[in-house]
């Protein structure tokens, strides 16, 4: 079977590589249009003649405890990639802002630095670079090329556009994401990756152990005419029942995590964030940040509120989470219906109903942008204080819990064998 498969896969992985250096030359520096559909197709072709081949490969010469190994060091990839393509993005915002801020021409300042980006982000840096010095409007240029961007920036961008003041608000927009979200979060999937880790680990050895060793056990006690202690009575039933029971499913369960995880993986190394639609709702509470710094903005700028609520309702310019626009879009039909605007925020959970009380009080007094932004930042620090804290707790939790198994498999395990060397001896 090694030889049917090796050069096949060798010969696929070539191709690959050839056709990637092709399209490389092909298309030069600046890339390809943002619509080419062949150099799409052709790209992804690529890709799959390079990591198809590989995995057969590896699955094929290596052992099966292996696998494991290869879900960690996957894990590892696909964190150490969405990281740093999440911050070259937040150095390239960065960048457009210091670029505006500082009055210098926009596309030659960009293109200085287009050298210190690579992979996705590169290629839509330097098609926002071209498009920019093609005459493109600011704001459509952002929109056209926003992978090269944060996930915020089109809606912020927008604002600076439109600012009589644009070097000032530039520099207020500089840090998109805040720190302490950026921790919470990089904490968060270290966590998760750790406990998938160690929790196959865990699953592996423990159905080894109740597939082969927990029979030879009763066997050999048999065989010495020796009674079992409770304990290991206790884990041998656990191991029969789970075994024949469960034993099944669960591996059915872990084979399809194992496997939703991979292809979750894969496409989030193509840039495909599948799961922003659940982060979105778990993480509500910075999208209300975001909200409210925006409306602030808004309101400086005497704008009425529902003119500023119609412009981040904008599917294209406006905020870029679905979730969030429905809300918004909830909040100006209630007021279109005659609701009080800060009652409409809180039936549409933009607000709570001590923010909209605080929200009130502010506009009487005549600080509502203050007041907003305030809440902004009270809401930020909440949600990292929560999670931080349920994050702790679910984790100690876990590892409880897998400690406590291993503690009973040890003792179950070892007991019995001193009993044994004494009662020989």
Sequence with gaps: MFPQLFMPSIMLFLLGVVLRISLRLLYGARGPSSHDAVYLFMRTMSWVMLILPTMVFLIATTHWVSIILFIAVFEAVVELVVARRQAHRESAWRLFVMAVGGGQPLAESLRYHQGRFRGIVGRWYRRLVSDLERGAPLVEAIWANRAAL?????VYANFIAASRAA??????????????????????????AYITTVGAVTFSVLLFVMIKIVPSYQEIYE??????????RSFIGFSESFGLTLGV???????VLVVGVGVIGVLYLADIQVLRPLLDYLGFSRHRAHVLRLLAESIDRNMTLQEALSQLNNPRFGYPSPLVRRRIAGTIARIEAGHEWTEAL???????????????????????????????????????FRWGAIQNVAFAAVILLIGLLIFWYAVAMFFPITQMIWNLT
């Design 150 to 154: 944060p996930r915020e920036a089109p």
């Design 249 to 255: 499913p669960f591996a059915a369960v872990f084979f």
């Design 223 to 232: 065989d010495y005419d020796l009674e079992l202690p409770l304990i290991t």
């Design 346 to 384: 809180r039936r549409s959970q933009l607000v709570s109903g001590a923010d909209a009380a605080t929200l009130r009080t502010a506009q009487e007094v005549g600080n509502l942008p203050w007041a907003m932004r305030m809440l902004a930042d009270r809401k930020v620090r909440l949600m990292t």
């Design 167 to 192: 070097p000032e608000d530039a520099a207020r927009f500089s840090q998109l994401e805040d720190a302490a979200v950026v921790d919470l979060r990089q904490h968060l999937f270290q966590r998760l």
